[in-house]
C-alpha cells in the first residue's frame, strides 16, 4: 500500500519560495509515471497544482505556470514542488498524490496546511 | 477551466440510499469518461472510491456506485452508514487544466 507524506515548510513569507518535498513509501516511485500537486482552500475548492512525469517534462496548471516548478528525486523516492513568488492567497492545504493509469488519482497524502504570512 | 458543480450538502438516514451530482462542461465531464470520486474524512487522506465513471478500486464498497450522463457524474451511495459521513468530491480530466476538481458535498448521516 502506497503512502505519501508532504513536508512542513514552516512559514512562508510574502514573495518568498514555497518549497515542499512528498516522500513516498510502500512503493517505488516508478510505480507510477505521474505524481501531482493539489491544493485546496476554503474559498476556491481543490486546485490541481500540476503533475510531474518520469518520463518527460511536467505538466502545470496554466494559471500557476509561471511561479512553479516541480521535479524528481528516485534515489530518495520524492518528488517536489517549488512555488514562488507566494502572496496569502497560496495560503492552503497542500496535497501530493500518485496518479494512476488513465488520468485519475489513486493515492494521497494526508496533506499539509501551508500558510504565507509576514 | 472552472470547478465542477456539486451540491454542497446532501443528508439520509441509516439504510437509504443518496445521490451526489458532479456537473461539468463538454470540455471535462462530457468529453471523456475519465471522473472519478474521492471521500475524504477530516484529518485523513483522502480515499479514492470511483475512477473511470463506473468502477471500483479493490477493497471499496459495493454501496458505491457511478454513472454519467453527459456532462454530469454522479455518484450514489446505498444502504447509508454512519462511517459514509464524510466529504465527497469528483475530479475530471480536462484540457488546459488536467485534472479539474469539484466543488465538494458534505454527506451527513441523520
Known amino acids: 500500500q502506497v503512502q505519501l507524506r508532504e513536508s512542513d515548510p514552516g512559514l512562508v513569507r510574502p514573495s518568498g519560495t514555497l518549497s515542499l518535498t512528498c516522500t513516498v513509501s510502500?512503493?517505488?516511485?516508478?510505480?507510477?509515471?505521474?505524481w501531482t500537486w493539489v491544493r485546496q482552500t476554503p474559498g476556491k475548492g481543490l486546485e490541481w497544482i500540476g503533475e510531474v512525469y518520469l518520463r518527460g517534462s511536467p505538466n502545470y496548471n496554466p494559471s500557476l505556470k509561471t511561479r512553479v516548478s516541480m521535479s524528481v528525486d528516485k534515489s530518495k523516492n520524492q518528488f517536489s514542488l517549488s512555488l514562488n513568488s507566494v502572496t496569502a492567497a497560496d495560503t492552503a492545504m497542500y496535497y501530493c498524490?500518485?496518479?494512476?493509469?488513465?488520468?485519475?488519482?489513486?493515492?494521497w497524502g494526508q496533506g499539509i496546511l501551508v500558510t504565507v504570512s509576514s | 477551466q472552472s470547478a465542477l458543480t456539486q451540491p454542497a450538502s446532501v443528508s439520509g438516514s441509516p439504510g437509504q440510499w443518496i445521490t451526489i451530482s458532479c456537473t461539468g462542461t463538454?470540455?471535462?465531464?462530457?468529453?471523456?469518461?475519465?471522473v472519478s470520486w474521492y471521500q475524504h474524512h477530516p484529518g485523513k487522506a483522502p480515499k479514492l472510491i470511483i475512477y473511470?465513471?463506473?468502477k471500483r478500486p479493490s477493497g471499496v464498497s459495493n454501496r458505491f456506485s457511478g454513472s454519467k450522463s453527459g456532462n454530469t457524474a454522479s455518484l450514489t451511495i446505498s444502504g447509508l452508514q454512519s462511517e459514509d459521513e464524510a466529504e465527497y468530491f469528483c475530479c475530471s480530466y480536462g484540457s488546459s487544466v488536467l485534472y479539474v476538481f469539484g466543488t465538494g458535498t458534505e454527506v451527513t448521516v441523520l
Open positions: 473511470e465513471v463506473t
Open positions: 463538454s470540455s471535462d465531464v462530457g468529453s471523456r469518461d475519465l
Open positions: 498524490a500518485r496518479i494512476g493509469v488513465p488520468h485519475y488519482v489513486d493515492s
Open positions: 510502500g512503493a517505488s516511485i516508478t510505480s507510477s509515471d505521474w
